[in-house]
């Protein structure tokens, strides 16, 4: 700023002619309020000053501003590593021809795809077999370079249940979370490695993976599970009571309010897979609930 000057007069706000003229005797200026225009010396950053505090995620805002400092390196960690296996010598890589009694694997693409919406390096993985042991002779290839291997299928009480037959007698505890779709879960550490195995159905992959592996995933990131987002409904429906819900939802903005609608009238069915396009969330209804109405408030568990 010229000594004396306390204000900036952009030239548009003179008569001065536009482009590279001399400067006429004469200026006719708009009035401007002093000190208009002006930016301090330091007023964006200052000595001392904390730019980017300690366990946050290095994002495209945060970088933009450690390089608006002039600091080109950081000490960072590498993101978490995923790695997502689905089980069961029923599925057909996505592609192929599907023979008698196949079909095709969604759960791998829904793990790979919801871990990389978060940030994390994922790898897809397919066993098409239900052999315990075979799965036990894979298991230092699966854990190896990775911090989370989640496994999908195979973990209830029938027969062949390769995931649950394999890990249980390695420390993995299975269990069944009171949930509507998924359950039953598995969770334990294999050579140093996180693992979590998920119900087979889709939507049951797909609620659990939100309710246990993401906070699992934002915890070991440094970040905080975003909570869920309180909306109302714009349909109700009868539930039996028991389990909590995940009610697949779609939302959209009404005279200021999030409405929640059910995705489809069949519900919270686990195998409903081709409904899970256009989901934005799962509308959770309590244990206890009979069901729900139009206006209720309710609190939905977001997709990323
Ligand atoms: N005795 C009990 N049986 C079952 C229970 C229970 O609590 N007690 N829970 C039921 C529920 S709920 C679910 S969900 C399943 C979960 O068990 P599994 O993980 O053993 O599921 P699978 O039999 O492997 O698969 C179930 C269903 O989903 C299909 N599937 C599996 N993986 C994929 C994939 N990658 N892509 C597409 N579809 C997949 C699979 O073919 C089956 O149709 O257990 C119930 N039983
Ligand atoms: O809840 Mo299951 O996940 O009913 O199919």
């Known amino acids: ?14 008569d001065i002619p536009r482009g590279p003229v001399p400067l006429p005797q004469e200026v006719r200026v708009d009035e401007l309020p002093a000190g208009d225009n002006i930016r301090a010396a330091g007023s964006d950053v200052t000595t001392g000053q904390v730019v980017a505090e300690a366990g946050t995620v290095l ?13 080109a390196e950081v000490e960072a960690t590498r993101p978490v590593r995923v ?15 599907l023979g008698p009694g196949q079909l095709p694997d969604c759960n791998s693409w829904l793990v790979h795809g919801l871990a990389t919406a978060l940030g994390h390096p994922t790898e897809r993985v397919l066993l098409d077999h239900d052999d315990p042991e075979e799965l036990g002779r894979r298991l230092p290839e699966l854990t190896a370079d990775t911090d989370l291997l ?13 995931v649950r037959q394999c890990l249980e007698p390695r420390g993995i505890e299975f269990g069944q979370v009171s949930m509507q779709p998924g359950k039953p ?6 050579d140093g490695v996180t693992v979590l195995c998920l119900p087979g159905n889709p939507v049951s992959a797909v609620v659990s993976f939100l309710a246990f592996a993401r906070p699992w995933l934002d915890a070991a990131s440094g970040r905080e599970t975003p909570g869920p987002v309180t909306t109302v409904l714009g349909d109700g429906w009868a539930k039996k009571p028991g389990r909590t ?22 519900g919270s069915l686990s195998h409903l897979a081709s409904r899970l396009a256009g989901v ?15 206006g209720d408030l309710v609190e939905v568990m977001m997709v990323p």
């Not at 000594?3 to 003179?14: F, K, M, N, R």
């Not at 994002?59 to 600091?71: E, F, I, K, P």
């Not at 790695?83 to 021809?97: F, H, I, K, N, S």
């Not at 819900?245 to 069949?266: D, F, I, K, N």
């Open 245 to 266: 819900q995940y009610m697949p939802v779609t939302l959209s903005p009404e005279e200021g309010r999030l409405v929640a609608r059910r995705r489809s009238a069949e």
């Open 59 to 71: 994002d495209a805002l945060t970088l933009g501003a450690v390089a608006a400092v002039g600091v």
């Open 280 to 294: 934005d969330g799962f509308a959770i209804v309590p244990a206890a609930a009979e069901g729900v109405q139009e």
């Open 185 to 190: 879960q598995g969770v334990g550490q294999l």
């Open 83 to 97: 790695r997502a296996v689905a089980t069961g010598d029923e599925l057909a890589p996505l592609g192929t021809e």
């Open 150 to 162: 989640v496994f999908t299928g195979g973990v209830s009480a029938g027969a062949f249940e390769v």
């Open 1 to 14: 700023m010229p000594q004396g000057a306390d204000t900036v007069v952009p030239v548009e706000l003179t």
